[in-house]
């Protein structure tokens, strides 16, 4: 079944010319594939589908620094990650996230909403869920659920190479369906070309968020084929 990938790059490579190779080197897929490379390259970097990490709520004004949602558009920017639990880590508030992606919705950008920061070890539901819930009714109010991607990202998951379980992915991935009316829902937390198939096999799980693995050619392509 085609389900969705997404590549987060984060801050890496450091130069145009690796970013462009990194590129490159994403091999074909059955899935629909998405990189998301840093801001700086977003320019001058060909794949198939374009992503961006993060975005800024207004289309333009005195906000030295930021990226306007309508640039990323201009670009040919299909999707938004926002949220990241690296972002939340710098003082990211669920407001500010709902307005990302309010202003995301406008251009017609879909929004990765990525929600799992305040998560701790451990995967006892109803903990899990009520560390989510707030950043699911704050990013969600007023907003056509079936316009938008949940990534579910436990915190502790990420880049420590200790996943979540498959079937605590599958459990949360349908809770947030149910709830919110979501209809993708992705899993990210050391994915790596070994386990994502067993995540992708799941039935509420549609795709994967990569970190790490996405900076690896061949585990990358290993995921993507998977
Ligand atoms: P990871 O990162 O794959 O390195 O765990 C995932 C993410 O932060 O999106």
Known sequence: MRKLII???KLNPLTLASAQQLAASVGSSKHEVVICPPSAFLAQIKVPILGAQ???WKLKGPFTGETSPAQLKDLGVRYCIIGHSERRALG??????AAKLQALLEQGITPVLCVGFG???GEDK???TEALRPQLDSALRDTDPKKVVVAYEPVWAIGTGKPATSEHA???ALFIKTKYGIEKVLYGGSVNGVNAQEF???NHIDGLLVGSNSLI???FNKIITS
Do not use: G, H, R, Y
């Open 54 to 56: 993060d975005c800024f």
């Open 126 to 128: 109803l903990d899990v």
């Open 170 to 172: 599958e459990q949360i």
């Open 92 to 97: 990211e508030t669920d407001d500010m996230v």
């Open 200 to 202: 992708l096999s799941q």
């Open 119 to 121: 998560t701790t070890v």
């Open 7 to 9: 590549a987060n790059w």
């Open 217 to 219: 050619p061949d585990e």
